[in-house]
């Protein structure tokens, strides 16, 4: 036996043993969520080991190029473990693992700082549930793994009170003395929400306005040992989508998506940074007369204060994916009307029903001429019987 345990610890890379893990039904989490579930371990043959543990993961990771040398930096944001086969104990022992089908429970709460994951150009932050399999006390085996999407929270009230504010933002100029101000009813927004602005422009010169152009910026910064940055752009208005209040004052709004993450992720990392923007640029014949960016910050929701996540049977719309069959199916083009539908099939609806409340409160009031009972009735069908008789 001695032998034998002696062999499978010095095979390599494995054993590998056939498992999967099936999670709690959540399309994403939120810090304090808590992810459970079960490891299904179905060995094909009969594994020796110290143990076998299930681990949540987080992880940053930033790649890219630069003079011809490819640069890779990685962060790890957190990691707990939970022992399912054995403990977290040197020298505790082999374990032995029969050819039989087995389940094994976990669960985690998940840290309150945790950013939201992130796929970008250069970099991801990621976040899974992973399997090891314990061969040695310095040789632990991933067998499967599951990713999870986080979605990262920051509180505006308690971390950015001042983001309550209007905002103000004087734009460079490149033609004096014409000037662009912008306003935004304030510096911080949730998703879901609108921000109103309002764009003032001061032309002494009557110089000719082409375009004025508001565009909503996500700006990534990765690092390694330098810096690099990305642009995307969230949303875009121009002059002919907004009001004209007066010749030379402009309002609007502009909506935050809903699927947004916050500012700094919810919780800033090292190598990856995520801030917001919107930018202001006055052009006329050709040419530039005023562009900047002022900052924005947005928040992220809570656990407690996130709307209700779709059903797993739903879809996105909230719609039910199984058609009734007393209803056609919609049209591909009547989909974007589905949440204004309401139903006027009220068959089996209460609101059918009779108010027998009030029926029997009328009667109360009507003059009974005699008393109606089971004998009275008797004698009624006797006496018509008699008369067809």
């Known amino acids: 036996m001695s032998m034998l345990m002696t062999t499978r610890l010095l095979q390599a890379p494995g054993p590998f043993v056939p498992c999967h893990i099936r999670c709690n039904t959540k399309r994403y989490y939120y810090p304090g969520d808590t992810v459970s579930g079960q490891v299904v371990v179905t060995p094909t043959e009969t594994i020796y080991c110290h143990g076998m543990y299930v681990a949540f993961e987080g992880k940053a990771v930033v790649t890219f190029k630069t003079l011809g040398e490819t640069r890779t930096k990685n962060e790890d944001i957190c990691k707990m473990e939970s022992y399912i086969l054995g403990k977290n104990i040197p020298h505790a022992g082999m374990k032995k693992m029969l050819v039989q089908t087995q389940e094994f429970n976990f669960s985690f709460e998940l840290p309150l700082d945790l950013p939201s994951s992130f796929n970008g150009k250069l970099g991801v932050i990621n976040f899974q549930v992973v399997v090891y399999l314990v061969r040695s006390d310095t040789y632990h085996v991933k067998q499967t793994e599951k990713t999870i999407k986080v979605r990262g929270t920051l509180d505006l009230h308690e971390f950015h009170p001042d983001s309550f504010r209007s905002v103000t933002y004087l734009a460079p100029t490149r033609r004096p003395p ?212």
Do not use: H
């Open 178 to 389: 014409l000037t662009c101000t912008l306003q935004l009813n304030k510096g911080g927004f949730l998703p879901c929400e609108k921000i109103t602005f309002t764009i003032e422009l001061f032309n002494p010169d009557e110089r000719e306005i082409d375009e004025i152009t508001l565009t909503f910026l996500k700006k990534v910064t990765y690092k390694v040992r330098e810096s690099k940055s990305a642009k995307a752009t969230v949303a875009f208005i121009n002059k002919s989508s907004m009001d004209e209040v007066t010749p030379t004052i402009w309002s609007g709004t502009i909506p935050v998506p809903k699927d947004l993450q916050p500012t700094q992720f919810g919780a800033p990392i090292e190598i990856i940074d995520l801030q917001y923007a919107i930018q202001i640029e006055v052009t006329g014949r050709d040419t530039t007369l005023a562009k900047g960016e002022v900052p924005i910050i947005i928040g992220g929701f809570t656990k407690f204060t996130a709307p209700p996540q779709p059903d797993p049977e739903t879809d996105n719309s909230g719609q039910s994916k199984t058609t009734s069959p007393s209803r056609r199916p919609t049209s591909p083009g009547d989909e974007k009307d589905n949440d204004n539908i309401v139903s006027t099939d009220r068959r089996g609806s209460s609101s059918d029903l009779p108010d027998l409340s009030q029926a029997f409160s009328l009667l109360s009031f009507l003059p009974l001429s005699k008393s109606i009972s089971m004998e009275n009735l008797k004698n009624e069908a006797r006496a018509d019987k008699g008369k067809k008789a």
